[in-house]
């Protein structure tokens, strides 16, 4: 691939970075930020918004959400966000999906115009566990999305299975069902913000965090971080291989 390609494509990412954030912002009163009453406004806005088209602002989100994805984004704030708009149920299947499709999509792109670049800076640190992909690709990506990638920010995780050349099936799947946990999770965080936004008069750090709606997946997610280590010590160990 042509450096010229890549540079361009590099700033192409970068103006409509920027772009999608001014608009965002734009909308955002930062004085305000500190304002309880604020949020409240915000959270009456949205539902309003989005319950007058459910279904449209739906497919919107979930389009959003491909393309946040393929533009390198972090998964957690779109997690968070799903919630409070659609509800942890709704939120975690639209989410879900469409993740596991912008991944994928990522992972074409990357892989049939970045390859050489994504193996330059993947393959040294990650070399280690090539064969333990190559046993059993997807069962083992699957252990990968389900421990949280290991600590690996969600765009590289995205784009790791590139060094070895990973079936795009297995690498679909393995992620669909990986990311269930985490993005439920999330999306539960973002659905008890919501409510507790929604009920509450004022803020109170306190009460926020022993609302059931927000203790409950905290100890869900506690309870998922150790799981990862359990299966990153069990399918990851390269020293017991």
Not at 72 to 100: D, E, Q, R, V
Not at 175 to 197: A, C, E, R
Request: proline content about 2%; glycine content about 6%.
């Amino acid at each position: 691939m042509s450096k010229y390609l890549k540079f361009f494509l590099g700033i192409s990412y970068i103006l409509i970075l920027t772009v999608f954030l001014y608009y965002v912002f734009s909308y955002i009163e930062i004085r305000r930020l500190n304002d309880f009453a604020y949020y409240k406004e915000l959270q009456s806005n949205l539902n309003y918004y989005v319950n007058s088209n459910n279904f449209i602002n739906l497919i919107y989100f979930f389009l959003f959400c491909i393309i946040w994805v393929f533009m390198l984004g972090f998964a957690s704030p779109i997690l968070i966000i799903s919630g409070i708009l659609f509800g942890k149920w709704i939120g975690t299947f639209a989410t879900t999906i469409s993740i596991s499709i912008g991944a994928l999509i990522l992972y074409i792109f990357a892989g049939l115009f970045f390859s050489d670049l994504v193996q330059k800076i993947l393959n040294k640190k990650f070399s280690k566990y090539i064969h333990l992909f190559k046993e059993n690709e997807f069962i083992y990506f699957f252990a990968f999305r389900l421990s949280g990638g290991l600590g690996i920010p969600f765009f590289l995780q995205n784009l790791l299975p590139i060094i070895f050349k990973m079936n795009k099936s297995n690498y679909f799947f393995a992620s669909l069902f990986g990311f269930i946990p985490h993005v439920f999770i999330w999306n539960t965080v973002g659905d008890g913000l919501s409510k507790y936004v929604e009920k509450s008069e004022s803020f109170s750090l306190f009460k926020l965090i022993l609302s059931p709606e927000i203790y409950t997946p905290i100890i869900m997610f506690l309870a998922l971080i150790l799981s990862s280590f359990i299966i990153k010590k069990k399918f990851f160990n390269v020293r017991n291989k």
